[in-house]
C-alpha cells in the first residue's frame, strides 16, 4: 500500500461512513448483511498495516498530521508503534465478530444497533491512533455513548441501572483525564503527545497529573478497587456488548498507562508504582477469587477479566521490557480468550435462556462441538502452555519477579484460582453430574456460530506455538517506551 495514502484516516471514516448509509436501510436482514461486509472489508483494509509496519524502526509510522484548531494548537495527527498497533488490528478483528454474535439475539431496533457497532469501531480506531491529546479525548468520549445505549436498550432487566453505572464511571474519569490534558498543555504549550513524552517536568507536578491520570485509566481498566462498574455492565449487556467491553474497551485503561503514564509523567510512575503493584494483586487475588464463588456464566467470566487485567497492570509497572512486553501480551489475548468465552455464553444463553451454570451441566454430551471451542478457550483463559496466554503471563510474572518475588509469590494464588474456576466450569459443561437438565432438544453449534469461533481459535493457538507474531511487533517499541521512562524519570529527580 502507497506511504501517501491515509489509511488510519481511512480505518476511521470507513465505519463511520457505513453507519451513514446504514441509517438508510430499513430491512433488518439487508442491515445485518450491511455490516458484517463492512466490518469485514475494514478488517481485510486493516491487514497491510501489519505487512507494511517497520518492527526494527522507532518512533510512530503511518504519520498523518492536518491543522484542525490552529489558534489552540490542535492537529489532526495519527500514527502507530508496536503497541497501538495490536490494539488496532484487535479492533477490527473484533467487530465483525460482534455483528456475528448478535445475528439472530438482536431482533428489536437492529438499524440503531448496527449503527452503535460501526460508530464505535471508529471511535476504537481513534482511540489508539490519536497522537494529539484534544483529539484523543474526542475519540475517548466519542465512544462512551455507544456503549452506553448497547447496554441500556438492547441489555437485561437492570440495563438502565447498569449504563448509567457505567457513564457515570467512565465520565467521573474523563474530567480527571481532562484536567491533565490541560495541565500539560499550560506546562508544554502543546497538545502533541510525541513531543509532550521525555520531557523532564517537576517531580511534584509529575506526581499529581499521575494521579489524575492513574484515576481515569484505572477506572476503565478496571483495578481494584474502581471495578465495581463492570460485572453490572458485562451481566447486563448484549452478547456483543460483553464482547467490545472485554477485548477492547478495558484495553483503553491499559493502553493510557503505557502510552501516558509512563512516557509523560516517569518520575510519578515509579513514586506510586509500589502502591499500583499491590492494587494490581489485591485485582488478580479478589478477580480469581470471586470468579470462583460464581454459579452465573457472565459473571464469571467478567469477574475472571478483572484478575487478568490485574495481570496487565502489574507488568506495566514492573518497569522492564519483559514485564511491559507480557502486559501488551496479555492484552491481546484477553481481547481474544475473553471475548470468545462471552460469545459462548451467549450462544449458552440463546438456547437456554439462563446463564445459570447447574442449568448448563452435561451440555456438552448434546453440544460436542461447543464443548470442543470452549475447552480450548478455558485451557487459554487459565493459561496452559501452548495457547495465547500462557507466554504472556509468563512473562509478566518474570518481569515481576526481577522486581520482586514477593509480589510473584502473591499473586500466584490467583494463577491456582483461574486453574479452579475455568476447569470447573469446563467439567460442569462438558460432563455434568448424576442430574443434568435435560437437553434433547438443544442443537449443536450451527455455522454462523462455528464461524463466529474459529478465527478466535485460530489465533488462540497460533500466538500460543509462534508468540513471535506479536512479540516481533513489540520489542522495539517496549524498549524505546522503557529507556525514555527510565532516563525522563532519572532526569526529574535530580
Not at 457505513?18 to 469485514?40: C, D, E, N, P
Not at 484495553?251 to 515509579?270: C, E, H, N, V
Not at 508468540?467 to 517506551?481: D, F, W, Y
Request: with cysteine; net charge neutral; proline share 5%.
Amino acid at each position: 500500500m502507497s506511504g501517501d495514502f491515509p489509511i488510519l484516516s481511512a480505518l476511521i471514516a470507513a465505519p463511520l461512513a457505513a453507519a451513514a448509509v446504514a441509517a438508510f436501510i430499513g430491512q433488518a436482514r439487508l442491515l445485518r448483511w450491511w455490516t458484517l461486509i463492512s466490518t469485514l472489508a475494514i478488517a481485510l483494509f486493516s491487514l497491510p498495516l501489519y505487512w507494511d509496519f517497520d518492527p526494527g524502526r522507532t518512533g510512530f509510522q503511518f504519520g498523518e498530521h492536518a491543522a484542525w484548531i490552529p489558534f489552540l494548537n490542535v492537529n489532526y495527527s495519527l500514527g502507530l508503534d508496536g503497541i497501538s498497533l495490536l490494539m488496532v488490528l484487535l479492533t477490527t478483528l473484533i467487530a465483525p465478530l460482534c455483528v456475528l454474535a448478535s445475528w439472530s439475539y438482536i431482533s428489536t431496533r437492529v438499524r440503531e444497533f448496527m449503527i452503535c457497532l460501526l460508530v464505535m469501531e471508529g471511535a476504537m480506531v481513534g482511540v489508539f491512533s490519536a497522537l494529539d491529546f484534544v483529539l484523543f479525548f474526542v475519540f475517548w468520549e466519542a465512544m462512551l455513548i455507544p456503549m452506553a445505549l448497547l447496554i441500556g436498550v438492547w441489555g437485561g432487566p437492570r440495563r438502565v441501572y447498569a449504563a448509567l453505572k457505567f457513564f457515570i464511571y467512565t465520565m467521573a474519569g474523563s474530567v480527571l483525564l481532562l484536567v491533565a490534558i490541560i495541565a500539560l498543555y499550560m506546562q508544554a504549550g502543546t497538545f502533541n503527545i510525541p513531543d509532550l513524552m521525555g520531557r523532564p517536568y517537576p517531580p511534584g507536578f509529575q506526581c499529581w497529573i499521575f494521579l489524575a491520570f492513574f484515576v481515569s485509566f484505572a477506572i476503565k481498566v478496571p483495578m481494584f478497587p474502581f471495578h465495581t462498574w463492570l460485572p453490572a455492565a458485562h451481566v447486563e449487556a448484549p452478547t456483543a456488548g460483553s464482547v467490545i467491553l472485554a477485548s477492547v474497551l478495558l484495553k483503553m485503561g491499559a493502553y493510557g498507562f503505557l502510552r501516558f503514564s509512563l512516557p509523560i509523567t516517569p518520575y510519578g510512575a515509579q513514586y506510586f508504582t509500589p502502591y499500583v503493584l499491590w492494587l494490581s494483586v489485591a485485582a488478580i487475588l479478589y478477580g480469581g477469587l470471586t470468579a470462583l464463588a460464581q454459579t452465573d456464566l457472565k459473571k464469571l467470566v467478567a469477574y475472571s477479566s478483572v484478575g487478568h487485567m490485574g495481570f496487565v497492570t502489574l507488568g506495566i509497572f514492573a518497569l522492564n521490557s519483559d514485564g511491559i512486553q507480557g502486559a501488551v501480551f496479555q492484552m491481546v489475548n484477553h481481547g481474544i480468550t475473553t471475548g470468545a468465552l462471552f460469545i459462548c455464553v451467549g450462544i449458552l444463553y440463546e438456547r437456554l435462556h439462563s446463564r445459570e451454570l447447574d442449568l448448563a451441566a452435561g451440555l456438552g454430551k448434546r453440544m460436542p462441538i461447543f464443548a470442543g471451542f470452549l475447552g480450548v478457550f478455558c485451557l487459554s483463559s487459565l493459561a496452559f502452555p501452548g495457547t495465547n496466554s500462557f507466554i504472556g503471563e509468563f512473562l509478566v510474572l518474570s518481569g515481576t519477579f526481577a522486581r520482586s518475588s514477593l509480589l510473584v509469590l502473591c499473586a500466584a494464588p490467583g494463577v491456582v484460582a483461574a486453574a479452579a474456576y475455568m476447569l470447573r466450569l469446563l467439567q460442569r459443561i462438558a460432563y455434568g453430574g448424576t442430574h443434568n437438565p435435560d437437553h434433547a432438544a438443544i442443537a449443536d453449534l450451527n455455522l454462523r456460530e462455528v464461524l463466529t469461533l474459529t478465527p478466535l481459535l485460530i489465533f488462540v493457538l497460533w500466538i500460543g506455538l509462534h508468540p513471535e507474531l506479536v512479540a516481533g511487533l513489540l520489542r522495539t517499541s517496549v524498549e524505546q517506551l522503557v529507556q525514555q521512562a527510565t532516563q525522563t524519570a532519572a532526569m526529574a529527580g535530580r
